[in-house]
């Protein structure tokens, strides 16, 4: 008879193990699901597929392209780099208005704002101000 009870008393826990761990299981995925409703609710515009913001900066006085520029995406804390040919390139930001700063050593930096980006490729000109010693 004990080993028939104890056998009786296993099958009720693993039944309630079971059935606790399903219940957690569920719970899980249920606030899971909630909380990616949650993140893609909060991306109001999505990035605009392949899109890209392209651009030159160069030397407001001279016109000579600067190399090293570092430009950044604010919204998205997204920096690059210009290239030798003071060109750069920004992969995938989100769709709308974006604002870019451009910053370089011995120049004054310079905040585009509302820079639209909506279609695949976007093309700017920044042109940044040598900073005068005194």
Known sequence: MEIYFCSVIKT???KTITFIAAVILTIGT???SFAEN????????APV??????GKVVDQA???????????????????YTYFEGNFTIENP??????ITADFISY????LK??????????????LKPVLNK
């Open 12 to 14: 009720k826990e693993m």
């Open 30 to 32: 249920t606030f899971s």
């Open 38 to 45: 949650i993140k893609d609710n909060n991306n109001s515009e």
């Open 49 to 54: 597929a392949n899109a890209m913001i392209t």
């Open 62 to 80: 001279t016109g000579e392209a600067l190399a090293g520029v570092a430009i950044k995406l604010n919204e998205d804390d997204v920096v690059v």
């Open 94 to 99: 989100a769709a709308g208005q974006v604002d």
């Open 108 to 111: 004054e930096s310079k905040h």
């Open 114 to 127: 509302e820079i639209s980006v909506k279609s695949q490729k976007n093309t700017i000109r920044v042109e």
